[in-house]
């Protein structure tokens, strides 16, 4: 915790001033102090909801942070149990403050309402009886838009509520408003829609009322002298608490972590903004209990991560930028905002005015410890071949032929997939068991390579006439040797900093929902992670629902592992001058199911580069036939 000299945050100890009450306490003035002692002890009455559950001390600190800060940053080590954290503070301030409404925001519905998940799982404990006299199953409510809860009886005082919306682009949330709001996952949250949109979603006070009749009775008790001014009862300021791992330097969220850190080590600067008072929470790995994050645990993780990513993810530290040969900075000016077009697809779009660009790096041993079966599909505008957009991956260790066989006849009969580049080594053996096998044959498809070679005006000519999309003979083989590898980098990184190559944005929840209510996504044939399974306990249209809702949650996460492993990778020079682009060594020792993998870097690398040669196609005119006349014919 950031605070300048001692930790300043203890509540004042209830128990002691109860010892000192002498003679008897009137029934009012008992449940006050008795109110006052479980709102300054949360860990208690945790215990006493929950009828035994304790929590870690550290989740008591971080909920003093959270009780006592108008504006927090929790910027902890993954696996520390924030957002778990945030919803038993977010159970208890809502029961100690009546009336309370709290608003929970994350990039998706599904990942907002996470929070309310825990408080539900809380509420369901064996033990948990007096919990469960301020919230049933029934406190739980389900809309289109939102997921809420409401907690309290109303007998002793207004229901508060916790309700979890999208924040997509942040045109749904307008008009909501609360008294604490939770961002999840705060460092994807533009600056603009915190600044112009939530911001003001936290101007109405709650219980205004009371607020006015408090004062009406305070200024009488201060004019007849039986009241200092200083004694006025002090209502709790509207809170904002943000949850975060650590980002890049580069990034807003960084500079909102700094402007936060300034002022609380410097409580002169911005005198202008009253009493509002900034906390921050910033605990790496080792500040947590074991028996959450073990060493033998985390240190296995490093193992299988850069250090750049080690010191965001377990030591939450912020990074510079990515030491690599492609940077997360410029990678990142690169992917569009949740809301902007083009989203990540699992169909595709208009053929009219747009086509795909497939890259695949194969892989065909049936262990999860292998290297990744990788893809990566752009989209590109008719017109403009000069620019794609990775909207959707495939990457996968450990599935049998068949489940990529159906993968692939999902890509090529749901995208208009115009261009297919695959890595030589394996390219022949994976069109071979494609075309031989009865899921090609009983869909009469077919694919085929074509002489594919860009070296010179006149390859590329007789390339354009190899070329023939209408018999699907779109497979470019390209060898990966070491002029090619140079050359290939040099120019994925030439478009990323040029803006020609961009990462798809995340859906915003009416355009999830739109892809949800896709029926023609085979669902029941599409693999794409190693063990998975069918979900038994669901009926069928809720289990492909859940099953295609999990699906593009999972398109967002492969496209920001494209980006991770891109930021991984790193250029060396031989004393020759030879370039190779790879992995750490220490990265590429291991040989675990969840080792570093650079397939999904390769695949678009390879899609990046099918998308050049296919423009040299479009753009090279076929070469013009003369006929010789002898000149006695004239």
């Not at 919803?87 to 009546?98: C, R």
């Not at 009862?233 to 909102?256: D, G, H, Q, T």
């Amino acid at each position: 915790m950031i605070e300048k000299g001692n930790f300043g945050l203890e509540a004042p100890d209830v128990i002691d001033e109860m010892l000192k009450v002498e003679g008897d306490l009137t029934e009012a003035e008992a449940s006050e102090m008795v109110a006052r002692l479980l709102a300054s002890k949360p860990g208690l009455l945790y215990n006493m909801l929950t009828g035994g559950e304790n929590l870690f001390s550290f989740q008591i600190a971080k909920m003093a942070v959270l009780a006592k800060r108008d504006f927090t940053l929790d910027v902890s080590a993954r696996g520390g149990a924030k957002t778990f954290t945030t919803a038993v503070f977010a159970l208890i301030y809502a029961i100690t403050h009546p009336g309370i409404k709290i608003l929970v925001l994350g990039p998706t519905l599904r990942q907002a309402k996470t929070l309310l998940n825990y408080i539900m799982d809380i509420s369901k404990k064996p033990n948990a009886f007096l919990l469960r006299q301020f919230l049933t199953d029934k406190s739980y409510k389900r809309d289109p838009d939102r997921y809420s809860i409401k907690i309290g009886t109303g007998i002793f005082g207004p229901e508060s509520e916790i309700f979890a919306m999208a924040l997509g682009d942040g045109k749904k949330i307008r008009g909501a408003r609360a008294q604490v709001i939770i961002l999840d996952e705060a460092f994807a949250i533009p600056q603009n829609i915190i600044d112009e949109v939530i911001g003001p979603m936290m101007i109405v006070n709650a219980n205004i009322s009371e607020r006015v009749e408090t004062k009406k009775i305070e200024d009488k008790l201060v004019e007849s002298g039986k009241m200092k001014d200083s004694e006025r009862r002090k209502f709790p300021n509207n809170k904002m608490i943000m949850l975060s791992s650590a980002c890049y330097e580069f990034e807003s969220f960084y500079r909102r972590f700094e402007s936060y850190r300034n002022k609380i080590l410097n409580p002169d600067i911005d005198r202008e903004e009253g009493e509002i008072t900034y906390g921050i929470v910033n605990l790496g790995w080792e500040a947590h209990p074991p028996e959450l994050l073990s060493k033998t645990f985390v240190l296995r993780e490093q193992e299988s991560m850069s250090e750049d990513s080690f010191r965001r993810e377990y030591e939450a530290q912020f990074s510079p930028d990515s030491a690599s040969y492609f940077k997360m900075s410029v990678m990142a000016k690169r992917t569009l905002e949740p809301g902007e077009y083009p989203h990540v697809e699992i169909k595709g779009d208009d053929p009219s005015k747009y086509f795909y660009i497939l890259g695949i790096d194969p892989n065909f041993s049936n262990s999860e410890t292998s290297d990744n079966y990788a893809m990566s599909l752009l989209k590109v505008e008719r017109g403009k071949e000069n620019k794609g957009t990775l909207v959707h991956n495939y990457a996968v260790a450990g599935l049998e032929a068949e489940n990529i066989i159906n993968y692939i006849i999902y890509l090529i009969t749901h995208f208009n997939i115009e261009y297919i580049c695959m890595d030589f080594a394996g390219a022949r053996q994976s069109l071979d068991t494609w075309n031989n096998s009865s899921l090609f044959k009983e869909r009469n498809l077919k694919l085929e390579d074509f002489e594919a070679k860009f070296d010179s005006e006149k390859d590329v000519r007789n390339s354009k006439y190899s070329y023939d999309l209408g018999s699907r003979k779109i497979v470019h083989i390209q060898n990966f040797n070491t002029g090619w590898i140079r050359e290939a980098n040099e120019y994925m990184q030439m478009c990323f900093d040029r803006g020609k190559l961009f990462f798809a944005s995340a859906p915003i929840d009416s355009e999830f929902e739109s892809m949800v209510r896709k029926k023609d996504v085979p669902m029941d044939k599409i693999y794409y992670i190693y063990g998975q399974e069918n979900e038994d306990n669901f009926n069928e249209d809720d289990w492909l629902k859940k099953k295609q809702y999990d699906f593009v949650e999972h398109q967002v996460r492969l496209i920001s592992q494209s980006k991770t492993e891109c930021a991984n990778v790193k250029m060396t020079a031989s004393p020759q001058g030879h370039q190779t682009f790879d992995l750490p060594t220490t990265m590429r020792k291991m040989n675990t199911p969840d080792k570093p993998r650079k397939d999904s870097y390769s695949s678009l690398l390879l899609a990046n580069w099918g998308r050049k040669c296919y423009q040299l196609l479009n753009e090279t005119d076929e070469e013009e036939v003369s006929t010789w006349v002898p000149p006695m014919m004239f």
